[in-house]
């Protein structure tokens, strides 16, 4: 027995907390309840556990004074997350567990996730529960759940110097607290004087650049005008295959010279000018980190990026993948990669491709990203013991594939270049195939190849033009982003952290300053970010945020510097404060007007483009007189009067496909029974053929 | 005064965004005409108007214009 007493082992999760005890437990732990909680007792050789988790923070910062109409705000204190508003249930119960707990204890184990929140969860409940053990506690670091890695890291446990981590993630949740207390006090305030009535309106400090780059987009979306262009494309017929090649010139710029290559080229031979291929070497993908992971499932699955984090942990609580709130893209070689292989080769669905890369020498691609926490996401080799819920089950066989690709050799595709001429015209077609799949098998349906064959065909072959073909194009407008590629874009931007980058996307359109999967900036949205932008400039700029995350960054590395840090935010906000408070009038009215107009007529849902009038949207709105919802046309004020009643009871959801009568867009319409679908057309006949 | 496209308080004629939306369709004015020979100025903002991919502040632009 190492000394009275027993060791609490602090962990951030129940299922965390579960998983540690059944790791070092000589036999099988037993549990109790205290204050409500969960907690697990178990023996280790000579050593008595005690093994208490939290439930994410349960300590958060708040205002001492906590008057919601006062501001500024300079001074925060740590208090239980349930005491100050915050939905987390049950945080003052679990503190008291874990303080009745410490009375008992000798020794003192953070187990949290190793990175700044888990160090910030561990190192608030060892100060404020446990009375001041966090000097003195020792650290188990690890990246996975499974016995091996658990075991090690409590062997290894050692007191942390400087707790760099924890105080960047103390300071940072100051700042913040800081920066949105404030803002959002000021911005409430002057909103609700002409509105008479109380509306959150907030920013954060990475919302507010985030919302930068989404109204920059936004104002180029609304003010796109298309220009027209012609792309022009011939068929030709060659040993009996027939292909299509563009105009090298295409698309082309005027209507004339379209007409112009058609008439030229209608009924002509052509001949092969050039044929060329090349062969070129694409290399595996590079492992996954957190922000790689979220764009893969957003584009295999349409996974927002905050979803794929839930189901993310939800697999790393199972044991079944390694840490995900990672930003490495590098796997070390102590991973042991042949007998994590075996283990996940278990898997029948795995099994074929395992036993060929074992074959193999298995030496990983690695990316550019280091983070000396933890490696790269990778399976563990543990097989599910439970059935995987559908989009635990893919999100699961992403990263598998991923893990296995990174170990493939290379894939070889085939570029082939096609010129035909035609008189004094030219058109290309470009080719490609896969000669060796290479990774690309390993990685399954995620390798994105496309695939364009192109005919047997030799230079000097003269070949007949089947057809020629004249299409008027427009430019699209600019891309919107999707959930996905705005993270790309703070990613690159360094905006917000690896951990926090979802939760504020989510926050912009929980704000519903952003609606939809499409990112669409509401009126709202643009005149929060317009106020700001010509009153408090600070707030929303990229280099501000960017800043403070060096600084933070070089809190978490030397442990010090953080009351200058927040004298600084504070110092920033005030100056900021003073913009806003001399134009609160003109602020609230602006915000008041968007507001007003958001709320009272809601661009609910959009069902597709009217068929009236061809260029309006129809959409689901509610009457401003009566209160009930209708479909009506965006084009109403422009004339078009295209409009169709909709069931009051249930929730109407869009569907994709049109109405097979009419080609009306369809909804779906939930109430207590069976969801049933409905073309919103009055006069579609498929209503008259069933005597509607 | 107030925005002579959408109502919302502004130093000039038009608000920030509308003018932008003003000048972007001046600016595919020439652009049009090159593409289609000849075209005039208020055909030119009907098809703006009426073309699904056009912005929505410059549809509403263009229909304001179309009014003068």
Known sequence: ?692 | MKCLVCGVETKAELCGNHRKAKDALEAAYPRWTRAYGEMDWRAFLDNVKRNPRTGQWARETAGFLEGI
């Open chain 1, 1 to 692: 027995m190492k000394g009275e007493g027993y060791t609490l082992v602090i962990c951030e999760k129940p299922d965390a907390a579960r998983r540690v005890s059944e790791a070092l437990s000589d036999g099988r732990p037993s549990s109790q309840t205290v204050e409500g909680t969960t907690v697990y007792r178990l023996t280790r050789g000579k050593e008595e556990f005690v093994v208490c988790a939290a439930q994410g923070h349960v300590y958060g910062v708040s205002d001492p004074a906590d008057e919601r109409n006062v501001y500024p705000v300079f001074d925060v204190e740590w208090y239980a997350v349930d005491a100050v508003g915050d939905d987390a249930k049950g945080a003052s119960r679990r503190i008291d567990a874990i303080r009745r707990l410490s009375d008992g204890a000798a020794r003192f184990v953070n187990a949290c996730d190793f990175d700044v929140e888990g160090e910030t969860i561990g190192f608030n409940i060892l100060r404020y529960a446990c009375g001041g053990k966090e000097g003195s506690a020792l650290r188990a670091k690890f990246s996975t759940l499974t016995k091996e890695d658990l075991v090690r890291a409590f062997d290894e446990a050692e007191s942390q110097k400087g707790q760099g981590l924890a105080r960047a993630g103390r300071t940072r949740h100051a700042a913040d607290f800081i920066w949105g207390v404030n803002l959002s006090r000021v911005l409430s305030q002057a909103a609700r004087r002409p509105a008479q009535r109380y509306r959150t309106v907030s920013i954060g400090r990475v919302q507010g650049p985030t919302l930068g780059f989404l109204v920059d987009r936004e104002r180029a979306i609304r003010s796109f005008v298309p220009t027209p262009r012609w792309s022009v494309t011939a068929e030709f017929l060659a040993g009996g295959l027939s292909f299509t090649a563009e105009h090298v010139k295409s698309p082309m710029e005027a209507m004339k010279d379209a007409q112009r290559t058609v008439e030229n080229c209608l009924g002509s031979q052509g001949i092969v000018k050039s044929m060329s291929k090349k062969t070129v070497e694409v290399g595996p993908p590079v492992p996954f980190n957190i922000g790689d992971l979220q764009k893969e499932a957003y584009r295999a699955f349409g996974f927002p990026p905050s979803r794929t984090m839930r189901i993310a942990e939800k697999l790393y609580l199972d044991a079944l993948i390694s840490y995900p709130r990672t930003g490495s893209q590098y796997l070390p070689p102590s991973l042991g990669f042949e007998a994590l292989l075996r283990r996940l080769g278990k898997m029948k669905e795995y099994s074929h491709d395992i036993d060929e890369l074992l074959g193999m020498r298995l030496r990983p691609t690695q990316g550019r990203q280091y983070d000396q926490a933890h490696p790269a996401i990778h399976p563990t080799g543990d097989v599910p013991k439970r059935r995987l819920e559908r989009a635990e089950a893919s999100l699961f066989d992403l990263v598998v594939r991923r893990f296995l690709a990174v170990f493939g050799p290379n894939a070889t595709r085939e570029v082939s270049d096609l010129v035909v001429g035609v008189g004094e015209d030219a058109f290309r077609m470009v080719g490609q195939r896969t000669l060796k799949p290479g990774w690309m098998k390993y990685y399954g349906r995620y390798s994105k190849s496309r695939e364009v064959e192109i005919p047997a065909i030799s230079e000097g072959q003269t070949i007949k033009v089947e057809n020629i073909n004249s299409e008027e194009k427009f430019d699209e407008g600019p891309d919107r982003f999707s959930q996905a590629s705005l993270l790309q874009r703070m990613e690159a931007e360094n905006i917000g952290t690896k951990a926090t980058r979802a939760d504020a996307i989510q926050t912009l359109l929980d704000r519903s300053y952003v609606s939809g999967q499409r990112m669409e900036v509401t009126d709202l949205g643009i005149s929060v970010f317009e106020t700001l932008e010509e009153h408090a400039s600070q707030v929303t700029s990229t280099e501000l945020t960017r800043g403070l995350e060096s600084r933070l960054e070089a809190v978490e590395k030397s442990g010090g510097g953080e009351a200058e840090l927040l004298r600084e935010t504070v110092r920033t906000i005030a100056a900021q404060l003073v913009g806003l408070n001399a134009n609160e009038e003109a602020l609230g009215n602006s915000i008041a007007m968007a507001t007003a107009s958001s709320v009272a007529a809601p661009e609910l849902l959009v069902l597709g483009i009217c068929p009236v009038c061809k260029t309006g949207k129809l959409r689901v709105v509610k009457s401003r007189k009566t209160g009930k919802r209708f479909v009506g046309c965006s084009n109403y004020s422009s004339g078009c009067k295209a409009s169709a009643p909709l069931p009051q009871r249930g929730s109407v959801k869009p569907v994709t496909k049109p109405c097979p009568s009419c080609g009306w867009p369809m909804v779906a319409v939930f109430t207590r029974r069976v969801p049933w679908m409905l073309c919103v057309n009055v006069a579609c006949p498929s209503k008259r053929e069933k005597g509607h």
